[in-house]
């Protein structure tokens, strides 16, 4: 919601703006359908020739993070650290029960108990191959982290794609504004035997081709970026509180004491309770008995 009045504060202030200072919007709304030809087709353009297939499906399926938000709320957080807790729990109570559900998450029982989180297959393999790999004995925590680090850095990188395709389109925007209004000027020059006034509203149109190209970069595509960013960082929290909790168990701390290490580690907006995380853990306790 907060995403559609920023976009509506842009065009009320920036048009309401130029209509109250006496501007007319006939020259703009006239101009606009050829210039967004240009500018916006060239720039769609830019982007495909700067892209693969892959990173352009990407890229748009995350133009819907703009106004859905982050991913993973406050519960989700509480959810994963209950999740792990039960994991833990039945791998230090039973190491050969536990890997049915690490094995085929999609029919554990206790994944299940976590719709959401089940269904994020990234989330899902990093705890099932990190518990691999300690019922494998291969327990180094410091090689452990190491490993999970170089995953989660890689997916972020994957996941950062987005917002880097989307700033480079945003700073190429104003210099294909220039090119609309070269060429409208170019066609300026071409009537230059016209009269005063039909040569002033066709200046007029070219430059709305240095409007838009601006206007479309700062005001639309660059705060895109830059909300697809923020969103992506917010969501990376999720999945290194997951490498938090695991390595601490490596380290064979309680249960309780890796979860703890977990809570501590999350953003302070999506942090549970000590109280209200200590009576999630008791329901899971009393499922699991």
Known sequence: MISIIGIAVVFIMVLGGYALAGGSLA?????LPFEMIIIGGSGVGAFLLSNDAAAVKHT???LGKVFKGTKWQPQDYQDLLCLLFELIRLARKNP???EEHIENPEESSIFQRYPKIQADKEAVNLISDTMRSA???YDDPHQVEEVLEKRIEANFHHAM????ALQSLADALPALGIVAAVLGVIKTMGSIDQPPEVLGKMIGGALVGTFLGVFLAYGLVGPFASKIKGIVEEDAHFYQLIREVLIANLHNHSPN???EVGRQNTPAH????FAELEEALKEVKKEAA
């Open 27 to 31: 020259p703009i709304m006239k101009a």
């Open 96 to 98: 050969v029960a536990i």
């Open 257 to 259: 004491i890796c979860i």
């Open 270 to 273: 999506n942090r549970p309770q």
């Open 135 to 137: 019922s494998m004995n």
């Open 161 to 164: 794609h987005s917002p880097h």
């Open 60 to 62: 748009l399926k995350d």
